[in-house]
């Protein structure tokens, strides 16, 4: 029986060393756990939203902390849902081009808040 942890795609690489296979079975445990973290983030309870996208979990964790905290800024949302203040940015642009909420401010004192429809 072959070892499970044996990489056996490309023929040339079965005849890798074996520190080559634990490298290359490391490396797949990695994506795999890549993306799994991905369809975790992916959707909340199937929920959409109006435009008919489908937000992932910190998308609504951002959403439900704007409603709370009308005209937060990225940092204040970055700590409360316990990212680092570029990925909150990023989730913010997303949230922005879906049409569920709008910026104010310049640059440096930016405030978020929900769009009114």
Same mark, same amino acid.
């Given at each position: !029986?072959?070892?499970? $942890?044996?990489? /056996? &795609?490309?023929?040339?690489?079965? !005849? =890798? %060393?074996?520190?080559?296979?634990? =490298?290359? /079975?490391?490396?797949?445990? *990695?994506?795999?756990?890549?993306?799994?973290?991905?369809?975790?983030?992916?959707? #909340?309870?199937? %929920? @959409?939203?109006?435009?008919?996208?489908?937000?992932? *979990?910190? $998308?609504?964790?951002?959403?439900?902390?704007?409603?709370?905290?009308?005209?937060?800024?990225? @940092?204040? #949302? =970055?700590? =409360?849902? &316990?990212?680092? *203040?570029?990925?909150?940015?990023?989730?913010? +642009?997303?949230?922005?081009? !879906? &049409?569920?909420?709008?910026?104010? &401010?310049?640059?440096?004192? +930016? /405030?978020? $808040?929900?769009? @009114?429809?």
């Amino acid at each position: !029986m072959p070892n499970p $942890h044996t990489f /056996t &795609g490309d023929p040339e690489l079965s !005849m =890798a %060393s074996p520190e080559d296979n634990i =490298a290359y /079975t490391e490396i797949h445990k *990695v994506f795999e756990l890549l993306q799994s973290i991905e369809e975790e983030n992916n959707i #909340i309870d199937g %929920s @959409k939203i109006e435009n008919k996208k489908q937000i992932s *979990v910190k $998308h609504q964790e951002i959403l439900d902390f704007i409603i709370s905290n009308d005209d937060s800024d990225s @940092k204040s #949302i =970055a700590k =409360a849902i &316990g990212l680092r *203040v570029p990925r909150t940015r990023d989730y913010l +642009k997303e949230l922005i081009k !879906m &049409g569920e909420i709008e910026d104010s &401010g310049g640059d440096r004192y +930016k /405030t978020y $808040h929900i769009k @009114k429809k």
